[in-house]
T-cell receptor
């Protein structure tokens, strides 16, 4: 069975500092992994997607994630946070009948 | 750009009412999905459809039904609304992809309908 765990429900950073949002997954086969972002009162938007090509995946808005099979992790990073990055982020793994979402990490960015 | 629209952003209904949530996508996508989003639980799949008139149960179908009469439109129906169905409902669509059906494909989401059942 497939599952995904987001290790932090809230993360707070100062503007200009690095962002790390942690995600671990479990899958009985080689998974596809996604990060989606949800800004307040907006729909979910795809940040990036891993589908067994390069293990380092670059997404929109300067975000990237690294697939580490040995650690079953797919952490999301950004070198320098911007105020507009404040949102909820979902780590997602492909399942047999669609996508399986993590419980979300709310990112706060302080000036 | 892919556009997924939902008929209402906010909806307030009374217990026992029949509720229709409508979703329309304009990209000729094969697959459509309904999720509910609750704090601390992420998104949970209610139903999905991979073709007109086809539907499959997701993880939490109880108390819901769906209808897909046209490719671009996917409706979620609450036959008799209850207070525990107060939630944010998100519709999504995706193009049919190869491999494990539906699972590797990027999904495009609508803005959501926040439903309150009193």
């Amino acid at each position: 069975a497939q599952s995904v765990t987001q290790l932090d429900s809230h993360v707070s950073v100062s503007e200009g500092t690095p962002v790390l949002l942690r995600c671990n997954y479990s899958s009985s086969y080689s998974p596809s992994l996604f990060w989606y972002v949800q800004h307040p009162n907006k729909g979910l938007q795809l940040l990036l997607k891993y589908t067994s090509a390069a293990t380092l995946v670059k997404g929109i808005n300067g975000f990237e994630a690294e697939f580490k099979k040995s650690e079953t992790s797919f952490h999301l990073t950004k070198p320098s946070a911007h105020m507009s990055d404040a949102a909820e982020y979902f780590c997602v793994v492909s399942g047999a009948a669609g996508l399986i979402f993590g419980t979300g990490t709310r990112l706060q960015v302080f000036p | 750009d892919v556009k997924v629209t939902q008929s209402s952003r906010y909806l307030v209904k009374r217990t026992g009412e029949k509720v229709f949530l409508e979703c329309v996508q304009d990209m000729d996508h094969e697959n459509m999905f309904w999720y509910r989003q609750d704090p601390g639980l992420g998104l949970r799949l209610i139903y999905f459809s991979y073709d007109v008139k086809m539907k499959e149960k997701g993880d939490i179908p109880e108390g819901y039904s769906v209808s897909r009469e046209k490719k671009e439109r996917f409706s979620l129906i609450l036959e008799s609304a209850s207070t525990n169905q107060t939630s944010m409902y998100l519709c999504a669509s995706s193009v049919l992809a190869g491999g494990p059906p539906l699972s590797t494909d990027t999904q495009y989401f609508g803005p959501g309908t926040r439903l309150t059942v009193l």
